[in-house]
């Protein structure tokens, strides 16, 4: 099945500090794109897997589950292991989730955790419906492209499969209970005003880990998918901050950067 025209996978090849970000729930990696680039042009190596069923059409992701989402940005984080001395693992919404699990299994070999406006829990009465929902009713109304900034769009499905939102509500469950495992430093970013995911989301996530360094930023102009909106510059320049304090020699390399770009610039104009 055709993928969609802007939900390819992303990857970079950049220093030794990795970063694997993860797309959220029936959304695509073009949700991230921005953030990955802004990412690959400091330096660092990107890694921003498409999951399974997602970024095709509805009918496929009904044959995906959690375990499916999982195992792809697991595989992605063992391929960056291998080639860069520190990773970082970062995502939006059920990515933020997927960033979260693979922290608490992970442990030492992950160095941070970035997380937008993340999903930990499947609320009100839906929670309770889909048990029985999803063997009546195949799909419920999409959730894609809360967004604020006029004429910013997110590439997902306009329906959301029932059957994967019940794997999505059990895997909410399975991280929730997972938190305290996560160690890392962390570095959460949600919106004031979110229509997908509520705020008792990231304040639950906040509460359970047992991080001693985390750092909170409160996004005031975005809704739920503040990556493409907003605030976007403020996540990507937070992120990048967060992540050359926890590796040095990404602040390194970006100074070096520019000390070359500078002196090209010199060379082109005489």
């Known amino acids: ?12 090849e950049g220093g030794e500090v990795g970063v694997l970000l993860c797309h959220g729930f ?3 990696p073009q949700s991230l794109r921005p953030w990955a680039e802004y990412l690959a042009e400091r330096g660092l190596t990107v890694s921003l897997p498409l999951l399974p069923g997602h970024g095709t059409r509805w009918e496929d992701m009904q044959l ?15 391929a960056l292991r291998e080639r860069c001395s520190q990773v970082f693992v970062a995502g939006l919404s059920m990515g933020g989730a997927l960033a979260l699990r693979l922290a608490a299994k992970h442990g030492d070999e992950i160095s941070g955790v970035v997380v937008v ?9 839906a929670a309770y419906a889909l048990p029985v929902a ?12 809360d967004i604020a900034k006029e004429g910013s769009d997110e ?8 059957h994967s939102a019940h794997s999505l509500r059990n895997f909410f469950r399975l991280v929730d ?11 959460l970013l949600h919106s004031a005003q979110d229509h997908v995911v509520p705020p008792a989301d990231s304040a639950r996530v906040l509460s359970r880990v047992s991080s001693a360094d985390v750092t909170e930023i409160l996004l005031e102009q975005s809704y739920h998918v503040a990556t493409l909106d907003h605030d976007a510059d403020r ?3 937070e992120s990048f901050t967060f992540i050359g304090r926890l590796a040095p020699s990404v602040g390194k390399q970006a100074s070096d950067t520019g000390r070359v770009s500078e002196q090209e610039g010199t060379a082109t104009g005489g």
Do not use: C
């Open 235 to 237: 996540i990507f320049e």
């Open 1 to 12: 099945m055709p993928v969609l025209p802007g939900a390819e996978p992303y990857r970079h």
């Open 134 to 145: 999803r063997h009546l009713v195949r799909t419920a109304p999409g959730i894609a492209s």
């Open 117 to 125: 406006n993340p999903g930990i829990k499947v609320h009100g009465l």
């Open 64 to 78: 995906t589950g959690w375990q499916d989402w999982y195992a792809e940005v697991d595989r992605e984080l063992r």
């Open 155 to 162: 590439v997902g499905y306009d329906k959301v499969p029932l």
């Open 26 to 28: 029936t959304g695509s």
């Open 177 to 187: 209970r997972e938190l305290p495992q996560v160690t890392q430093p962390l570095l």
